[in-house]
């Protein structure tokens, strides 16, 4: 199976600071590039996502930045919030392309 | 609700029993997934399926486990004969499209074996 690293396993960042979380992937049959939030006891929800017909994609706080020699996409988010705290995972398409890869996490602390 | 609904939310099995768990996917949404996410790790795909067929089951184990998606209905990930290493969260999450795309996931369930 197609291995995501993901970098850092936690970070933790003070109020109005940028958070920065790095993935690196292997070969995939498809270019697709989610990054997903997940808070304790809930599932994963879809944060932001690029498809790397561009280097950059930007929803609000959030940046997804993308370097497809390199294999590597990173998460920006601006101006983080307490209520940004949570666990965020990358996922990459699996060798078939039907399902995905997912990084082993970064868990974000915010502080006020 | 027009979400990806999981039931039970948290289900408790002794060694040897079955679990059975139930995906109702999103409203519109004909392909479901289901990963497995074990304590202070990422989410590990199990098996892709469409209605009435596995697509792709590359990260089922081949013991045990068996998944349906059946034509009418939620799908079912079963897990026969429960082993304490089967305690985990497990989530499904369905598309619109194929897995080349935008997955949304449910709320999982928690499975705890004694």
């Known amino acids: 199976q197609q291995q995501v690293k993901q970098s850092p396993q936690s970070l933790i960042v003070q109020k109005g600071g940028i958070s920065i979380i790095n993935c690196a992937y292997e070969?995939?049959?498809?270019?697709?590039f989610p990054w997903y939030q997940q808070f304790p006891g809930k599932g994963p929800a879809l944060l932001i996502a690029?498809?790397?017909?561009?280097s950059e994609k930007k929803e609000g706080r959030f940046t997804i930045s993308f370097n497809k020699s390199a294999k590597q996409f990173s998460l920006h988010i601006m101006d983080s919030q307490p209520g940004d705290s949570a666990t965020y995972f990358c996922a990459a398409p699996t060798d078939s392309g039907y399902a995905l890869n997912f990084g082993k996490g970064t868990s974000l602390l915010v502080t006020p | 609700n027009a979400g990806v609904m999981q039931n039970p939310r948290h289900l408790v099995r002794r060694r040897g029993q079955e679990a059975r768990l139930r995906c109702s996917p999103m409203?519109?949404?004909?392909?479901v997934y289901w990963y497995r996410q074990l304590p202070e790790e990422g989410l590990k795909f199990m098996v892709y399926?469409?209605?009435?067929?596995?697509?792709?089951e590359s990260g089922m184990p081949k013991e045990r486990f068996s998944a349906e998606f059946p034509k009418e209905g939620p799908s079912i990930l079963r897990i026969q004969q429960v082993v304490r290493g089967d305690s985990a969260a497990y989530f499904c999450a369905s598309s619109a499209g194929t897995g080349r795309g935008e997955q949304f996931f449910g709320p999982g369930t928690r499975l705890t074996v004694l």
């Open positions: 690029i498809r790397p017909d561009v």
């Open positions: 399926l469409q209605k009435e067929n596995i697509i792709d």
């Open positions: 070969n995939t049959a498809f270019d697709y």
């Open positions: 409203k519109g949404h004909s392909h």
